[in-house]
């Protein structure tokens, strides 16, 4: 199969994995923006906890990680999903964070009014998987 990357960053959703300093996995949805092979997601306001989240640690301490998007359909023939893997690096007021701020923006319209100024995950693929029905 050919990865269709177009289907990936249309995506509204993906599930990003991270592994804990003692190698556990850590799985969390996030929305992100892609382009070409950087992906780009971001500590948004959104309610929280804290800003200090689990999965910046855990790319400080193992910078490898999957971002995986996926559709399920009650009719199995249109089942299909996409995997980006690659190393995540954590940007903040920098060329890098400003681009995934940009492109963040221009793909949800809730950030708009919901606010973006935290630390933003940037992703470089080394490695595209895919799958379909």
Request: no cysteine; hydrophobic share 45%.
């Amino acid at each position: 199969m050919t990865v269709d990357r177009a289907r990936f960053s249309a995506a509204p959703v993906a599930r990003l994995a991270t592994v804990t300093a003692d190698g556990a996995p850590h799985l969390v949805p996030v929305v992100f923006a892609a382009d070409g092979d950087a992906i780009y997601t971001a500590v948004d306001g959104k309610p929280k906890s804290t800003q200090r989240l689990r999965r910046l640690a855990n790319i400080a301490a193992n910078a490898h990680v999957s971002l995986l998007v996926d559709h399920y359909d009650a009719d199995w023939t249109r089942l299909w999903w996409v995997r980006a893997d690659g190393v995540a690096s954590v940007h903040q007021g920098d060329t890098a964070a400003a681009t995934g701020r940009t492109l963040l923006r221009a793909k949800y319209p809730q950030y708009q009014s919901v606010s973006l100024d935290g630390p933003v995950i940037v992703i470089q693929v080394t490695h595209w998987a895919g799958w379909e029905a």
